[in-house]
């Protein structure tokens, strides 16, 4: 449905998800105008702070952000589609573990 809505509308999105891996998971960004995919770009999931197991004990001291080089990339990317005052959307999927980042 949310991507029903990105194509029909033209929105500027960000969809975020996570790709397991053997060693380390990634957290995949895909960037796109509509319809149109900018590109793909993916990033360590200890990068945000996420650890492997989702617990009240495992993320009592965690310390959950943004990188700086998720943020750069993203403006980078996604600020010349961007009109004055128009928001990003972002599609979570699977949300799990990516719920808990501050987006």
């Keep these: 449905m949310a991507q029903q809505l990105r194509n029909q509308y033209g929105l500027p999105t960000v ?3 996570l ?3 053997r060693s ?3 957290v995949r960004l895909q960037y796109y105008a509509g319809k149109h995919e900018l590109g793909s770009f993916d990033f360590p999931i200890s990068a945000f702070g996420i650890v492997g197991e989702l617990s009240v004990r495992a993320y009592r001291e965690a ?3 943004l990188p700086d080089d998720v943020a750069s990339t993203l403006s ?3 600020q010349p589609q ?3 005052g128009e928001p990003l959307w972002l599609i979570v999927e699977p949300n799990g573990y990516l719920a808990v980042v501050p987006w």
């Design 15 to 17: 969809r975020i998800s």
């Design 19 to 21: 790709r397991p891996s």
């Design 24 to 26: 380390e998971s990634k």
């Design 63 to 65: 310390t959950l952000h």
């Design 76 to 78: 980078a990317v996604m």
């Design 82 to 84: 961007l009109r004055p």
